[in-house]
C-alpha cells in the first residue's frame, strides 16, 4: 500500500510540473498594450525642420510643402538638387510640386477592431515631409513594370497635381537597412526592411508588421516595415500595402 501512495504522489509531482511546462511555453509573457504608447517625442525628435509639428489634445499635427531634401530628376534641370535619370528610368510628366500637407495622428495609436484598407493618395508622411503612397496606382490597380520604370532612386515620383510621393523605399529614406522612415496616418510607425538587431523581421502580420522594441521606442511598439520582397524582381521594396492597424488620422493638400 506504501509503495502504491509513493507512486501516486510522484506521478502528481510529475503531472504537475508538466502542466506547468505547458502553460509557460503557450502563453508568452504579454507585449505592451496598444495605445499605451506615446509616439510625441518621437516624432518631435525625428521629423526633419520642413515639417511644422503642434500637438492639440491627444493629437499631433504635421505640416509640410511634400518636397523631398535630396536629387532627384524630378526638380527639373537648373534645380540644385536635379540629377540626371538613371538608365532604364522613363520619368512621369510633370515635376516636384509644392504642397500643403496636413496629417493629424493620434499620440498614442490603438489597434483599430476593424482594419481599414489604404487607399489611394497619401497614407502616411516620411521624415522630410513628403507623402507615403501604397501599391497601388490611378484606377486602383497595382503598380507596375510602366510605373516602377517612373520611380527615382527614392522609389519616388509625381503624380496629378505634381504631388511628388514615395510608393517603395528607396536611397534617401530607409532601404536595406532599420532606419524609421515616417508614420502612418494612424499614428504607427514605419521602418524600412531591417529591424532593430539587423536582421529581417520573420513575423509581419497580414498589414506588414509587428509589435517589438525599435532603436525609437524602448517599449515595445506595433509598427510597420517595408516589404522585404524585391517588387517584380526590380531593385524596389514596396513600402506599404494591405490595411492600417490602427484608425486612420486626416490628410489634407
Given at each position: 500500500?506504501?509503495?502504491?501512495?509513493?507512486?501516486?504522489?510522484?506521478?502528481?509531482?510529475i503531472?504537475?510540473?508538466?502542466?506547468?511546462?505547458?502553460?509557460?511555453?503557450?502563453?508568452?509573457?504579454?507585449?505592451?498594450?496598444?495605445?499605451?504608447?506615446?509616439?510625441?517625442?518621437v516624432?518631435?525628435?525625428?521629423?526633419?525642420?520642413?515639417?511644422t509639428?503642434?500637438?492639440?489634445?491627444n493629437?499631433?499635427?504635421?505640416?509640410?510643402?511634400?518636397?523631398?531634401?535630396?536629387?532627384?530628376?524630378?526638380?527639373g534641370?537648373?534645380?540644385?538638387?536635379?540629377?540626371?535619370?538613371?538608365?532604364?528610368?522613363?520619368?512621369?510628366?510633370?515635376?516636384?510640386?509644392?504642397q500643403?500637407?496636413?496629417?493629424t495622428?493620434?499620440?498614442?495609436?490603438?489597434?483599430?477592431?476593424?482594419?481599414?484598407?489604404?487607399?489611394?493618395?497619401?497614407?502616411?508622411?516620411?521624415?522630410?515631409?513628403?507623402?507615403?503612397?501604397?501599391?497601388?496606382e490611378?484606377?486602383?490597380?497595382?503598380?507596375?513594370?510602366?510605373?516602377l520604370?517612373?520611380?527615382?532612386?527614392?522609389?519616388?515620383h509625381?503624380?496629378?497635381?505634381?504631388?511628388?510621393h514615395y510608393?517603395?523605399?528607396?536611397?534617401?529614406?530607409?532601404?536595406?537597412?532599420a532606419?524609421?522612415?515616417?508614420?502612418?496616418?494612424?499614428?504607427?510607425?514605419?521602418?524600412?526592411?531591417?529591424?532593430?538587431?539587423?536582421?529581417?523581421?520573420?513575423d509581419?502580420d497580414a498589414?506588414?508588421?509587428?509589435?517589438?522594441?525599435t532603436?525609437?521606442?524602448?517599449?515595445?511598439?506595433?509598427?510597420?516595415?517595408?516589404?522585404?520582397?524585391?517588387?517584380?524582381?526590380?531593385?524596389?521594396?514596396?513600402l506599404k500595402?494591405?490595411?492600417?492597424?490602427?484608425?486612420k488620422?486626416?490628410?489634407?493638400?
Amino acid at each position: 500500500m506504501k509503495n502504491i501512495k509513493t507512486i501516486f504522489a510522484l506521478s502528481t509531482v510529475i503531472a504537475f510540473g508538466i502542466f506547468i511546462s505547458c502553460s509557460s511555453s503557450s502563453n508568452p509573457t504579454p507585449t505592451t498594450a496598444s495605445g499605451s504608447v506615446s509616439i510625441t517625442n518621437v516624432v518631435q525628435s525625428k521629423y526633419k525642420s520642413a515639417v511644422t509639428i503642434s500637438t492639440s489634445g491627444n493629437s499631433i499635427v504635421l505640416k509640410s510643402n511634400g518636397t523631398p531634401d535630396h536629387v532627384s530628376p524630378y526638380w527639373g534641370v537648373g534645380n540644385s538638387l536635379y540629377e540626371p535619370p538613371f538608365t532604364g528610368q522613363n520619368l512621369n510628366p510633370g515635376i516636384i510640386g509644392t504642397q500643403n500637407y496636413s496629417m493629424t495622428i493620434p499620440t498614442n495609436p490603438v489597434e483599430a477592431t476593424t482594419k481599414e484598407a489604404t487607399a489611394l493618395g497619401p497614407i502616411g508622411m516620411a521624415l522630410n515631409g513628403v507623402a507615403i503612397y501604397n501599391d497601388r496606382e490611378g484606377g486602383n490597380v497595382p503598380v507596375d513594370s510602366n510605373v516602377l520604370s517612373s520611380f527615382d532612386r527614392a522609389g519616388a515620383h509625381p503624380g496629378p497635381g505634381n504631388t511628388y510621393h514615395y510608393h517603395c523605399s528607396g536611397d534617401f529614406t530607409g532601404n536595406d537597412n532599420a532606419n524609421l522612415i515616417g508614420f502612418l496616418r494612424d499614428g504607427f510607425p514605419i521602418y524600412a526592411r531591417k529591424d532593430n538587431g539587423g536582421t529581417y523581421p520573420a513575423d509581419l502580420d497580414a498589414n506588414g508588421g509587428h509589435v517589438g522594441t525599435t532603436a525609437d521606442f524602448s517599449t515595445p511598439i506595433y509598427h510597420y516595415h517595408a516589404s522585404n520582397t524585391a517588387y517584380l524582381g526590380s531593385r524596389f521594396y514596396i513600402l506599404k500595402s494591405g490595411s492600417y492597424h490602427g484608425t486612420k488620422g486626416t490628410f489634407t493638400f
